[in-house]
């Protein structure tokens, strides 16, 4: 089996630090090939997340939650902000400092069909990243990709087969391996989940959990489900229209939101007690999602919160901690 990681003393610490994080993309070029305006992606994201902890990242489709996960790994250039892990500042690297540190970052895509190459068989596919920074001779190769198969579940005799040989749910635990290979401490896992059928998240979900106790693995795990972010984050980050609008221990967040999209969000996830469910007020929000070409002034959330007032309008609100270890952009957290 893989060495077992030892969890670091310094367990809860900081790990990755976000400050300010904008990621736009050029749209309608103008006159001399000038970008006429951008689509802003991300507007300007701060978190961070701890050493040996789940953070998760939820919010609507196209609120930017993928691009920070991008951004974060180097994956996409930032516009501007900063970036830290481990204390290092990241947009400041050259190329080539930013590829040595892949082994410490790595990446579950989405989509399990799309992320592994139909050309390669699994066992070629777990092992590129070894020997692409050289980790043992063809032997110690092998023998690495069969404990990274074994990890997550997969037969190692299955090494010479290619990946439409398998299901969704088992693509998945080879793209898990692969991130796994050359022993990160720190794992984008992008929506890894939603492609998946509901019998099958729970698995993926477990092992994602037994992976982390296991390895001392930090992981920010992106999706829309609010559900599944309940059932593995240590804590949560909201985002909205490219920022993040609240931060929050996991039941913090879900038993007392501060943001009033916080609160509209879990106020639509049913409770399977018909007398609670019955009791419990649903929030419907109005309007569409703002485009992030041209978003609201002020507050972005302010165009469809029945809180709004001048202020909400003109003054974006700093995400500031308004309870212990509970952080809100917004000028009238609470209910």
Not at 24 to 41: D, T, W
Not at 192 to 209: E, F, G, K, R, T
Not at 302 to 325: F, G, S
């Amino acid at each position: 089996m893989l060495q077992q990681v030892e969890m670091a003393t310094e367990k809860g610490t900081t790990l990755i630090e976000v400050r300010g994080l904008k990621v736009y993309f050029p749209i309608n070029k103008g006159l001399l090939g000038r970008p006429a305006n951008y689509v802003k992606a991300v507007d300007g994201v701060d978190l961070f997340v701890r050493r040996g902890e789940t953070l998760g990242l939820v919010g609507e489709s196209g609120c930017g939650k993928s691009t920070t996960g991008r951004a974060i790994l180097q994956l996409l250039k930032p516009t501007a902000g900063s970036i830290k892990f481990n204390g290092q500042e990241l947009t400041m690297l050259p190329p080539s400092y930013i590829r040595q540190m892949r082994a410490e970052m790595q990446m579950v895509f989405q989509d399990p069909y799309g992320s592994l190459d139909p050309r390669y068989t699994i066992g070629q596919i777990v092992a590129e990243p070894l020997q692409n920074f050289k980790r043992g001779n063809a032997q110690e190769i092998r023998e690495q990709v069969a404990d990274l198969l074994q990890t997550v579940g997969i037969d190692p005799t299955y090494r010479n087969r290619f990946p439409h040989e398998f299901s969704g749910g088992q693509r998945q635990r080879i793209g898990i391996a692969r991130a796994l290979a050359l022993r990160p401490s720190f794992v984008v896992a992008d929506e890894p989940v939603s492609a998946l059928d509901v019998s099958i998240q729970a698995q993926v979900l477990n092992l994602l959990q037994e992976l982390q106790g296991k390895f001392g693995l930090t992981y920010l795990f992106i999706a829309h489900n609010l559900s599944v972010v309940k059932h593995i984050s240590d804590r949560v980050a909201v985002m909205y229209v490219g920022r993040v609008v609240e931060l929050a221990k996991s039941e913090h967040l879900y038993q007392t939101p501060l943001h009033p999209y916080s609160q509209a969000l879990l106020s639509a996830i049913p409770v399977p007690d018909p007398r609670i469910e019955a009791r419990r007020k649903r929030i419907i929000l109005e309007g569409d999602v703002p485009s992030p070409v041209n978003p609201p002034s002020g507050c972005p959330f302010h165009p469809r919160c029945w809180k709004a007032q001048e202020i909400c309008r003109t003054v974006i609100p700093p995400l500031e901690e308004k309870q212990p270890d509970q952080y809100a952009a917004c000028h009238f957290p609470g209910r």
